[in-house]
């Protein structure tokens, strides 16, 4: 092989090299610039109104988004209820009961749902409750909870199958049933790594305002009802950024940084607990 | 079958675990139920109609459509190469100390809520693609029709980056999922013949190609479902086909979120549900494809590994 072939693969190798860590420069320019901006930007609203005043008329100089967050709590304690019993028993079924046609095809159709646009999602609710019963929280929490509940079934599998199967076989060699050794033992086992999952659903049903957008609508009061809607966080954002009033874009930003925070909080916390267990 | 203790918590698992498909078929059937006013009124025409004006009741979806479709192969175009350098750069490229703290970084990106990237993308990415990336694009390709025009920020181009970002977390890690899987023989075998790095870095992909166009279709099937963010820099103007790469548009998902809540007629809410059933038609063709393709390419390359 000539010298000069060779210098040039390697001229190549390395240019190739650096294109590599250029593209992972360039994907992470944009995450620092949000983590960044949002910080700068945000900080500037935090003060104590925005945590215990509501929503501000148009000019008013104080309000906060008090309102915004208890109607997120709301919403997101809704949806949790409806899809955390949902998603660990189905998680329970494809981990306990795994490896038959039917296993399968639920978890291939539980990854088509979790691709399925959370606008789309949104639509399905409005179609199903807001066309009967009108904007509410309800219609936002049971899309939500769609949202959830593939998460939620994914993680649970994945958290009962790294339970070892000799503390199932011991306690059914005691004699227990199957079924109560699912129950009583295997899930107590795989307690934390569901409520980690759990977690990872709650921090991505926090930032969703699609779905919201089309079940509530913007509301700028405190909880009135389950058939009402409430105000959120996340809808805030998209609905006070394009807004003309300065203090509607403080607020905006600042309820992406408690949203920023909130949610990197449980990826990061979520990623140091369960560090070299996986 | 015995009506054992087992067999009941068997099959409450089973009922309650293929609610999911339950889910999947009625969500097809009630945007089915709720467009029936507008697929009778328009028929075929509203997928080619070119004008929507919902003041004298003329809806038709093309321009949404080929919004949908252009932005979203923008941000497939973008985000592709870079999802693919960040996957060899994880997998390939770090020690695996470093690679783990990385890989780890990008799926950040995926935790960011859309409405988020809208915001940034709005007040921080917006002025500064106006401002310094658009012109110099402008005055050395301007002779290109695709970058003439007058530049607002906004419009077709910053909706593709801003998607191109968003889907680089989910294409870099199934592709990095499936350079894993190639076997450290294969790899030693094509360095014990002499090749460079890039070189062992090429035989690698080659063992993913199939894989790699899954991943890209995944990414393709959440651009084209992305509603928040793209709402927010696009630009919102229904045209059939804009001026340039810099001028507004409008997607499918854009026009539910402006439109939905302010439809007060009928056939008007017919018209956005009917779009939404559109979408999700679009959107399970790519990602029931894409995942099958994923999971023989994954099946595959395993398979090479037991030989």
Known sequence: MRESNYRFRRIKSLVMQFMVYLALLLALIPLSSIIFEVAR?????????????????????????ANAIQGT????????????????????????????????????????????????????????????????????????????????????????????????????????????????VVLRGAKKAIATGVMLAVARIAGESAPVLVTMG????????????????????????????????????????????????????????????? | MKLTGDNVFKFICAVIASSVILVLGLMIYE??????????????????????DPVKGIFGALPLILGTLTTSAIALLIGLPISLGVALAISEYMPQKLSHIFSFLVE???????????????????????????????SSLGFIPLFSGSIYGGGILTGGIVLAIMIIPII????????????????????????????????????????????????????????????????????????????????????????????IYSLHVSALINIGLLLLLINLFIVILARLIVWRSLRMVRGIMRE
Do not use: C
Request: glycine share 8%; aromatic share 12%.
């Open chain 1, 41 to 65: 930007r945000g900080l500037v609203a935090i003060n104590l109104d925005f945590f215990t005043k509501p929503t501000p008329t148009v000019g008013e100089a104080v309000g906060g988004v």
């Open chain 1, 73 to 184: 709590l709301i919403t997101i304690g809704l949806a949790s209820l409806i899809s955390v019993p949902i998603g660990i028993i189905s998680g329970i079924f494809l981990s306990e009961y795994g490896e038959s046609k039917l296993s399968t095809v639920i978890r291939f159709f539980n990854e088509v749902l979790n691709g399925v646009p959370s606008i789309i999602i949104g639509i399905f609710s409005y179609a199903i409750i807001v066309l009967s019963i009108g904007f509410s929280v309800i219609a936002a929490a049971f899309a939500l909870a769609i949202i959830m509940i593939p998460i939620v079934t994914r993680t649970t599998e994945e958290a009962l199958k790294i339970v070892p199967a000799t503390i199932r076989e011991a306690v059914l060699a005691l004699g227990a049933p199957k079924w109560k050794t699912t129950l009583y």
């Open chain 1, 218 to 278: 913007f509301w700028k009061w405190w909880f009135v009802g389950l058939d009402k809607p409430v105000a959120n966080l996340a809808l805030n954002i998209f609905l006070f950024a394009s807004s003309p009033f300065e203090n509607w874009v403080v607020l905006a930003w600042g309820s992406a940084l408690i949203l920023m925070v909130m949610i990197l909080g449980i990826n990061i916390g979520v990623r140091i607990l369960t560090r070299g267990r996986y």
């Open chain 2, 31 to 52: 945007l089915t139920i709720r467009s029936r006013l507008s697929i009778e009124t328009f028929g075929t025409g509203f997928i080619v109609g070119t004008e929507w």
């Open chain 2, 108 to 138: 950040l990106l995926a935790a960011i809520p859309s409405v988020i990237y809208g915001l940034w993308g709005l007040y921080v990415l917006i002025p500064f693609l106006r401002d310094h990336v658009y012109p110099l694009l402008q």
């Open chain 2, 172 to 263: 870099s890690s199934v592709s990095r999922d499936l350079f894993s899987l190639v076997p450290r023989s294969v790899r030693e075998a094509v360095v014990a013949l002499g090749a460079t790095k890039w070189e062992t870095v090429r035989i690698v992909m080659s063992y993913a190609r199939s894989g790699i166009l899954g991943a890209a279709m995944l990414g393709l099937g959440r651009a084209v479902g992305e509603a928040m963010a793209i709402t927010m820099v696009i630009g919102n103007q229904f045209k059939l086909l804009p001026s340039s790469l810099f001028d507004a548009w409008y997607t499918m998902s854009a026009i539910i979120v402006n439109e939905l809540l302010e439809a």
